[in-house]
Nanobody, 122 residues
Framework: EVKLVESGGDLVQPGGSLTLSCAAS????????MGWFREIPGKEREGLAV???????SYPDSVKGRFTISRDDAKNTLYLRMASVKPEDTAKYYC????????????????WGQGTQVNVSS
């Protein structure tokens, strides 16, 4: 059974940084694409970063250079480092696991957790 638990969401000031964590179980990193997406009420799900089984990483242009995805295989934990945050980064952030790697098709679907809320405000 795949279980993902996100944490690390907080209130952060514009320009600040934050690291989100995702504790994963039931996932084999070598065969799963792991990623992060966010949701804002009334808006479409937005994919943020994905790391494939072989370690290849990709980001959409909207967050490239500001967000960094990484994983610690020994700890079964996925991270998202957010830097230079903006008020428009306010959203609920979710960790994603997909053994079909549909993120390659722009589909952010698979397994995800309960999410963690990030609020960017002064």
């Amino acid at each position: 059974e795949v279980k993902l638990v996100e944490s690390g969401g907080d209130l952060v000031q514009p320009g600040g940084s934050l690291t989100l964590s995702c504790a994963a179980s039931g996932v084999t990193y070598s065969t799963y694409c792991m990623g992060w997406f966010r949701e804002i009420p009334g808006k479409e799900r937005e994919g943020l970063a994905v790391i494939e089984g072989d370690g290849r990483i990709s980001y959409p242009d909207s967050v490239k250079g500001r967000f960094t995805i990484s994983r610690d295989d020994a700890k079964n934990t996925l991270y998202l480092r957010m830097a230079s945050v903006k008020p428009e980064d306010t959203a609920k952030y979710y960790c994603l696991a997909d053994d079909r790697c549909r993120t390659r098709l722009g589909l952010w679907v698979g397994y995800w957790g309960q999410g963690t809320q990030v609020n960017v405000s002064s």
